[in-house]
C-alpha cells in the first residue's frame, strides 16, 4: 500500500468526508468551502462549460448550514456539501431543459428523488450540469449549451451523457455530482474524466420522472473518490413512492466493508461481451495493470466469459426505440431543432414491430439470466470502461449505430441491459496525460462487492484524482 498523500489545503480540492470532518471541529464553513469552488468555477467554467445553470441562492444555503454547524446541529450527513445535478433531472425552480432546443423553459415544480436525497441529507446545489440532448449519445456536446469539454485537456471531450457531471467532477466544482447511465452514461465520463462513477443496481436509486430510457436507466454518484462516491449513495438510495421500480430502503452505510479488501474474491476478467468489442493497446494494459493490482490484494483472478447473445443487436433495439418514441413526441415542427444524429436513429427503428421488439427484451432477459448464471462462480468481473481515452470535443457524430458499439460504450451498456451495478474506477494516465479506466461489476443487488473492489483498486493505483489546472 502506497503512503497516504498529505490533504489538500484549498477546500475545493476536498473531498466530501474531508469537508465534513473539517466543519465539525469549526475548522472549515460551508462558506468558504462553497467560495473556494464558485473561484474555480468562474475562472475555469467559462472554457469547461460543465453547466447548464447556477443556482443563485447556493451562498444562502452554505450559511443557512454554516449556522446549524455553529449550533452544533447539521441536518444531515452531506451538511454544506457543494453538489450538482444532472440536467435530465427535475431541481425544482429550475427548467429541466435536457440538452435540448424543444424542451419547456418553465421551472420544475418538484425535485426528482435523488435531488430530494441530496437536499435532505443537507448538501448545497450549485446548479445543474450539461448533458447531451435528452442523454442520446457518449459525445459531450448538445443543441442547447454547445460543447463541453475535458478539464484535462480541452481539446478532448468529457464523454457522455453526463457530460457536465464529469467535467465538473474532474475540474473540482463540487466533490458530489449526479449522473445518470442508459448504456453508460456515468461511467464512460467518469472514465474520460479519470473520477468514480457509479452505475447502481437497476432500482436502487429511484428517478422520477421516468426518461427516455426507463426500462435501463439508473442514477447515480459521480465523484473524485469512492468513499465520497458511497457517501453519496446513501443519501440517493432512498425509497420514493413516485418511482414504481424502487427498491426498499436498505438500513447501511455503503462505506461500511469498504475497506474489507477482495481478499478470496473470485474476479473474472472479462474481453467479450458476446461481441468483439474494440480495444485500443493502453486500454490493454490499464485492465492488466488493474487485474494484477486486484491479484495482489488477494483476488484470486482469471479470464472467463459469460455465455451472452450479440447484445449489440438488443441495446440497439432498446436504443433505437426508445428514440423513436422520443421524437414521436416532440411537436413537427420543432423537430428540426434536435439532434441529427437523434432522427437518424429514431428513423432506423420506426418500422419495428411490437413482436420485434419484445423478442430483443426476452433476449435481454437471457442476458441477465446468462450474467446471473456467471456470477454463481464469480465475485466480480473486471471488464474495460471505454475503448480508448477521450477523444476530440468537436468531433462530428457520424454513423451513431456503429459508433454506439465501436467508439462510445460496447464495454458499458451491457450492464444496463442486465441491470446490475457496476463502477468505473480510474486506472492511471496514458503516454498523452489523459484518464484511462476500468470497471467492476457484481450480481445483481451487489453493488457493495463493486465499492469494495473500487475501493481495493483506488488504494492500489492511487491515481491522480484531478488535474493540475
Known amino acids: 500500500m502506497h503512503d497516504t498523500p498529505l490533504p489538500p489545503t484549498d477546500p475545493a480540492l476536498m473531498t466530501a468526508e474531508e469537508l465534513l470532518a473539517l466543519y465539525a471541529r469549526r475548522a472549515l464553513s460551508p462558506v468558504e468551502a462553497l467560495k473556494a469552488v464558485t473561484e474555480r468555477i468562474a475562472r475555469m467554467n467559462p472554457w469547461v462549460n460543465a453547466f ?36 435530465l433531472l427535475n431541481l425544482a425552480g429550475f427548467p429541466t431543459r435536457r440538452g435540448s432546443r424543444t424542451t419547456d423553459a418553465t421551472p420544475a415544480a418538484e425535485d426528482a428523488p435523488s435531488v430530494m436525497g441530496l437536499k435532505q441529507a443537507g448538501a448545497v446545489i450549485v446548479g445543474k450540469t450539461t448533458t447531451t440532448e435528452f442523454g442520446w449519445k457518449s459525445p459531450g456536446d448538445c443543441p442547447l449549451h454547445g460543447i463541453t469539454r475535458n478539464p484535462w485537456n480541452r481539446e478532448r471531450t468529457p464523454g457522455g451523457s453526463s457530460s457536465g457531471a464529469g467535467a465538473a467532477a474532474a475540474a473540482c466544482f463540487g466533490p458530489l455530482h449526479i449522473g445518470t447511465d442508459a448504456g453508460g452514461s456515468i461511467r464512460i465520463p467518469a472514465a474520460f474524466c479519470g473520477v468514480i462513477g457509479v452505475k447502481p443496481s437497476f432500482g436502487r436509486v429511484p428517478q422520477w420522472p421516468l426518461g427516455a430510457f426507463a426500462n435501463v436507466a439508473v442514477a447515480g454518484p459521480m465523484a473524485r473518490s469512492t468513499r465520497d462516491a458511497a457517501l453519496m449513495m446513501n443519501a440517493l438510495a432512498r425509497f420514493d413512492l413516485r418511482d414504481p421500480f424502487c427498491l426498499p430502503d436498505e438500513k447501511r452505510d455503503w462505506r461500511d466493508g469498504m475497506e474489507d479488501g477482495v481478499a478470496g474474491m473470485r474476479v473474472a476478467i472479462v474481453r467479450r461481451m458476446g461481441f468483439e468489442a474494440p480495444l485500443d493497446a493502453e486500454g490493454e494494459t490499464a485492465l492488466v495493470e488493474a487485474a494484477r493490482a486486484l491479484e495482489a490484494a488477494g483476488a484470486i483472478v482469471e479470464e472467463a466469459e459469460p455465455r451472452l447473445p450479440d447484445i449489440r443487436a438488443i441495446f440497439g433495439r432498446v436504443w433505437g426505440v426508445a428514440m423513436a418514441r422520443l421524437v414521436a413526441t416532440i411537436p413537427e415542427e420543432k423537430r428540426a431543432l434536435l439532434d441529427a444524429g437523434i432522427l437518424e436513429v429514431a428513423e432506423s427503428e420506426t418500422k419495428m414491430s411490437a413482436v420485434d421488439f419484445l423478442g430483443a427484451d426476452a433476449l435481454r432477459i437471457e442476458a441477465a439470466h446468462a450474467m446471473a ?25 457520424l454513423h451513431p449505430q456503429q459508433a454506439l458499439w465501436r467508439d462510445w460504450a460496447p464495454w458499458t451498456f451491457a450492464f444496463n441491459l442486465t441491470r446490475q451495478p457496476a463502477i468505473s474506477v480510474p486506472v492511471g494516465l496514458d503516454a498523452e496525460g489523459m484518464p484511462r479506466a476500468v470497471q467492476v461489476a457484481a450480481a445483481l443487488y451487489r453493488d457493495d462487492l463493486c465499492f469494495r473492489a473500487a475501493r481495493a483498486l483506488e488504494i492500489a493505483l492511487q491515481t491522480p484524482a484531478a488535474p493540475s489546472l
Not at 373 to 397: E, G, K, N, S, V
Open 52 to 87: 447548464a445553470a447556477l443556482n443563485p441562492r447556493a451562498i444562502q444555503q452554505a450559511g443557512e448550514s454554516e449556522a446549524r454547524w455553529m449550533a452544533g446541529r447539521p441536518m444531515g450527513p452531506l451538511d454544506g456539501v457543494p453538489a450538482t445535478v444532472k440536467d
Open 373 to 397: 448464471r456467471f456470477h454463481q462462480r464469480y465475485d466480480l468481473i473486471l471488464a474495460p470502461c471505454t475503448p480508448t481515452a477521450a477523444f476530440a470535443a468537436d468531433m462530428p457524430t
